[in-house]
């Protein structure tokens, strides 16, 4: 379990430091500072994914059909809300953070699914983690502006982008022996 807790760890600390030391990360460069932050993240996704195919802990509640069609109703919206964010659709206009919403979601659904105490741990401080990161970002950056609108062929890109990755997502699940639709 602590691959996994230290995993999470990194995570967090690697995208919170340029809010939490700003100093320190300008210290580092706009250009030379993203590969030491790249290079952390890669090592906890590495750490996460180890630590929680290691990790044993209690089973508090399992998989059912309703939680499984909730949880692929959430993988929808979450991978529809990463596409919007890059694109800038109508979406990313009317919510600050899209991508760590997305990100939520993401979290949240797979809360919903795994009841043991490893997906807690890495799902449920994911998510934790996500919230934090917005409520920072808008302490750090009270004054948002939209972006400007785009045209309708963008919405519809990133609709069909967000479907397309969920079916890879799950089919590389289903590869992995973790049915995804129950």
Known sequence: MIWLILGVALWWAAHLFKRVAPGAR???????????????????????????????GAFFWGRSPALVGV???????????????????RVSR??????????????????????????????GGLLVWALVEMAVINRAVPDWTPPDPVPAKKEIMALVGGIVVFAVVALIHAWLGYNPFG
């Open 26 to 56: 300008a210290k580092l460069g706009d250009e030379k500072g993203k590969g030491p932050v790249a290079i952390a993240l890669l090592i906890s996704v590495a750490l996460m994914v180890v630590g929680y195919r290691m990790a044993d």
């Open 94 to 123: 009317m919510m600050r953070h899209p991508q760590l919403t997305g990100f939520s979601l993401w979290a949240a659904g797979h809360l919903l699914v795994n009841g043991d105490v490893p997906s807690l741990v890495l799902f």
């Open 71 to 89: 949880n692929n109703l959430l993988m929808l919206a979450a991978f529809y809300l990463f596409a919007a964010a890059g694109m800038k659709t």
